[in-house]
Each structure stands twice: as C-alpha cells, then as structure tokens.
C-alpha cells in the first residue's frame, strides 16, 4: 500500500511536463495536478492532465494497481489506440 502525500492542483503549468499516465505532454499554461508517493522504500512524483487523475482514480477502483505509461489513452483507462470508453480527451 503506498502513501500519497504533498497532492497539488495547479492552474496553469509554467513548464511543458509529461503525464506520467498518458505520456502525453502537458503544455505550458495547461493545468495539472500532481502528487509524492511513497511505497516501501520507493518514493516517486507523479503529474497528470486532471482527466488523467480521475481516470487513474477509476482504474484503482476497478481493481487496477499498475499500468505503463504511455500505454493507456487520455483521460480513460482503456488501451491507447483502441478507446471504447468514448473518454479519450484528443491532445
């Protein structure tokens, strides 16, 4: 069970930023969000699009515990290439 700790909502990005769950860039003045983790003796920091944390959100209830970034699509938990969700966000 990881921790998550230091969560932040930021309106608008000052940088250009990958999503650590689409792989998409997050570009400047886009929001984000973004949060430390700590599992064990792994800590990381994970930024997301919004849509992409609420996706990650229903992934974990669904019983989902780890996924590859950039294998999954924009905004959904369905695999990129072949959304069924109709969630997908075009970036």
Known sequence: MSDMFHACS?????????C???????QIGE????????DGGDF????????CRAASHDFV???GDEWLI???TRGCCCERGDCRCNKAVEG
């Open 61 to 63: 209830a669904s019983g």
């Open 44 to 51: 990381g920091r994970t930024t997301v699009h919004p849509e």
């Open 10 to 18: 930021v309106a608008r990005s000052r940088k250009q930023r990958r």
């Open 20 to 26: 650590d769950w689409c792989d998409e860039l997050i």
């Open 31 to 38: 929001p984000y969000e973004a949060y430390s983790w700590r």
């Open 70 to 72: 950039g294998v999954i």
